[in-house]
């Protein structure tokens, strides 16, 4: 297995622009997280999704972040409009039934 | 709420040597511990995972243990090699059996040749 795929690698944007990042989960995982990971904060928990129905999505920033999870295989972060605070590193993660969860390589948003 | 804390946030030892690294959380009814490394500019690998039901996980060189009562892990790491140098993160249940996690900052290990 390829393992989670995460789309863009890297993303620089000015404030106000839309931004999208993209996740492949493992093929066969039930739940699909995303995360996102900060010097200051750490590692945060935005959104996470079961047989692609949202369950939780207390740890979104703003109206700005939306999620969503077409189908089993793909899932969407959208940020809109960006602001310069929203530069981080974001991760998708999948998980099993064992709730063990494998991360992708993450994305790195830099918002100028 | 559930909080994790990893002592110390950074670590820096000789190639060969066994180190300890530490992690606390306060709500000690958890389903599952899990430790992760990530490496620079990476994502996390996940290590070990321990269920509350297991006191102990091993892999190769790596040995976590779960004490729940008290809150605490801890992940042991044999004969330590410059490729072991990375971020290591403990996580554990935002809430008993819940799927959430709830991460620490990490401890930075760096191995010297």
């Known amino acids: 297995d390829a393992g989670v795929i995460q789309s863009p690698r890297h993303e620089v944007t000015e404030m106000g622009q839309e931004v999208t990042l993209r996740c492949k989960p493992i093929?066969?995982?039930?739940?699909l997280f995303w995360y996102r990971q900060t010097m200051m904060r750490g590692l945060e928990l935005l959104i996470y999704?079961?047989?692609?129905?949202?369950?939780?999505d207390s740890g979104m920033p703003e109206d700005r972040f939306s999620a969503k999870m077409p189908n089993a295989s793909f899932s969407t972060l959208k940020i809109q409009p960006s602001e310069p605070r929203d530069s981080a590193v974001y991760f998708c993660?999948?998980?099993?039934?064992?709730?063990?969860?494998?991360f992708g390589p993450g994305t790195r948003l830099t918002v100028l | 709420k559930q909080e994790v804390t990893q002592i110390p946030a950074a670590l820096s030892v000789p190639e060969g040597e066994n180190l300890v690294l530490n992690c606390s959380f306060t709500?000690?009814?958890?389903?599952?511990l899990q430790w992760f490394r990530q490496d620079p500019g990476k994502g996390l690998t996940s290590l070990l995972l321990?269920?509350?039901?297991?006191r102990e996980q091993t892999s190769g060189r790596l040995n976590a243990s779960l004490d729940k009562s008290s809150g605490r892990s801890t992940l042991y790491i044999a004969a330590s090699q410059p490729g072991d140098s990375a971020t290591y993160l403990c996580?554990?249940?935002?809430?008993?059996?819940?799927?959430?996690?709830?991460f620490g900052k990490g401890t930075k290990l760096t191995v010297n040749p």
């Open positions: 709500d000690s009814a958890i389903y599952n």
């Open positions: 996580a554990v249940d935002a809430q008993g059996g819940s799927e959430k996690l709830v």
């Open positions: 093929s066969g995982h039930d739940y």
């Open positions: 321990i269920q509350s039901s297991q």
């Open positions: 993660a999948s998980s099993p039934y064992s709730h063990e969860q494998f």
């Open positions: 999704f079961n047989n692609n129905v949202p369950i939780d």
